[in-house]
């Protein structure tokens, strides 16, 4: 929710979508445990004070991925895929579209030529 996605992005340039995927997961995760952690005090002081256990009639600590998350999960952030290696697939992709025939440069001819 308070997650500012543009500047994710600019700081993730480069990154895979593998790479991608790994932080968002960990940031995930990073919630779940905070939300299972938050559940089990819970518990324990309602214990604590004899009341029954009922997980299910209380809503969730922690309803969603935070920015704090994110900011987690970025510490262990890598790329791991290089400059050079992104160069090197965009050499190849356009040496494969190239090959394929007339790429991204075809073009009907304007009506009036051929009328």
Request: neutral net charge.
């Amino acid at each position: 929710k308070d997650v500012d996605k543009p500047y994710l992005a600019k700081m993730t340039k480069g990154f895979s979508g593998a790479d991608l995927t790994e932080i968002c997961q960990r940031a995930c995760k990073l919630a779940i445990r905070e939300s299972i952690d938050a559940d089990i005090k819970r518990e324990k002081e309602k214990l604590k004070k004899g009341a029954k256990m009922d997980v299910d009639d209380e809503e969730d600590p922690v309803p969603e991925i935070t920015k704090r998350h994110f900011e987690e999960a970025m510490k262990f952030a890598r790329r791991s895929v290089s400059d050079n290696d992104i160069k090197k697939y965009e050499m190849f992709s356009q040496t494969l579209q190239q090959s394929r025939g007339f790429g991204t440069n075809f073009r009907f001819p304007d009506d009036d030529l051929y009328s």
